[in-house]
């Protein structure tokens, strides 16, 4: 057996099969480059769902780990540590509102919005006690905890994990009218991602996310954007909602903040929303831990250069360009914003990312028939230009 055999045997016979990998066992990675255990390179084009927007194993972030782990890694929110206030700050400034609450995953982020959303109903907009509701929208991905599968319309994601958490409405994305009649005066929060990811990236029609932020002030209801596949740069902006002038009450940021090296997701949003809470009413041992906030806070640094979202905006044109003259016939639609696309095939998308990882370029498919770009931003154009060459040669057949 190769080496990538033997491994791939222990972890079909030891992990759980909660996922369908490509056949490949990683070993290296730095920049926008993968090398797996028998020395084979590959581009990354997936850049681990914008985790590795940086590119892997940045300088700059992995410097900043370094000198953090010389010093404390971990002492809980039972004390304070020296890169706590500077980080919740900094990041605060960077959004541009008061307050941080920072977890761990994706998944943690978005409850704790949910949970931010419910509690400021009932305290402030005095919802009365059980009434709350949610608005979500049909192909949305925030997670895999049973809250959040509760409103999937993602069988995969949802089927026999019942019974169902209840309190949530669910619409179709870009539905202006659908939104409107679902939001009632126990609406709470409306949680929405700017650009759907999983879903294929999915871009909302022009000025739907305009109408959600105008339908959420009207009615009193908290705009809840999750940024976090679609935030810190990976669209050509900071966040994916500045592409309409929107400023939501409240973001969900993760996968990026971690700079591709540790877990990091904090909820957002002014004084009069995260003030509702109060010691002991939520946390997270290693939330805001010493690692995580000496990383976040180089990765809010680098951001502040507006760096990465001019190269997202400019290489993520050229890749549009290039996609819209991919051969006719080869892609049914191209969507997307920045250095991100979902190509939608005519038949099923696996095989072509099969296809691609041997000639030297990961991406991965998603709801079958969609192959997601979206390489870290820090890639050079030559090699953009490449990657893109092969996608034509892989659709070829």
């Not at 809840?224 to 002038?245: K, V």
């Not at 009069?272 to 010493?290: E, M």
């Not at 806070?297 to 979202?309: C, D, I």
């Amino acid at each position: 057996m190769t080496p990538t055999q033997e491994l791939r045997a222990l972890s079909d016979a030891h992990s759980a099969h909660n996922y369908h990998p490509l056949p490949i066992v990683v070993a290296e990675a730095e920049g926008v480059w993968i090398t797996d255990v028998e020395g084979h390179r590959y581009l990354d084009m997936l850049a681990a769902y914008s985790a590795v927007n940086f590119g892997h194993r940045n300088p700059r972030l992995t410097a900043a780990a370094k000198r953090q782990m010389d010093r404390v890694t971990l002492v809980s929110r039972a004390f304070d540590h020296d890169n706590f206030g500077p980080f919740v700050t900094e990041l605060a400034e960077l959004c541009g509102k008061d307050m941080v609450l920072p977890m761990n995953s994706g998944a943690e982020g978005v409850e704790t919005a949910l949970k931010t959303a419910r509690k400021w109903g009932y305290e402030v907009k005095g919802v009365p006690p059980g009434q709350a509701n949610i608005v979500t929208f049909e192909g949305n991905f925030h997670g895999r905890t049973t809250t959040i599968v509760s409103f999937s319309t993602d069988a995969d994601a949802k089927d026999d994990y019942g019974p169902y958490t209840p309190g949530f409405r669910t619409v179709p994305y870009g539905d202006v009218e659908a939104l409107k009649s679902a939001m009632d005066g126990s609406t709470v929060g409306v949680l929405i991602e700017p650009i759907q990811g999983e879903a294929g990236v999915n871009v909302p029609p022009r000025g739907f996310l305009r109408a959600v932020r105008d339908l959420c002030a009207a009615n009193g209801t908290l705009m809840i954007a999750d940024e976090i596949q679609s935030g810190l740069g990976r669209t050509g902006a900071t966040f994916a909602c500045e592409h309409e002038d929107v400023v939501p009450d409240v973001y969900i940021l993760g996968k990026a903040l971690g700079g591709g090296i540790v877990p990091v997701s904090a909820v957002v949003a002014d004084v009069d929303v995260l003030g509702v809470f109060r010691p002991g009413q939520h946390g997270s041992t290693f939330g805001g831990n010493p690692l995580a906030c000496a990383i976040g806070r180089e990765v809010v640094a680098m951001l502040k250069t507006g760096e990465y979202q001019e190269r997202s905006r400019t290489l993520g044109a050229h890749m549009h360009e290039r996609l819209a003259r991919l051969p006719a016939g080869t892609a049914r639609e191209i969507r997307g914003r920045g250095l991100w696309a979902g190509v939608e095939l005519h038949g099923k998308a696996r095989p072509v990312s099969e296809r691609l990882m041997d000639l030297g370029v990961l991406v991965k498919e998603t709801h079958e028939t969609t192959l997601r770009l979206a390489p870290p931003l820090v890639i050079e154009r030559d090699d953009l230009d490449w990657a893109l060459d092969q996608l034509e040669t892989a659709l070829k057949g």
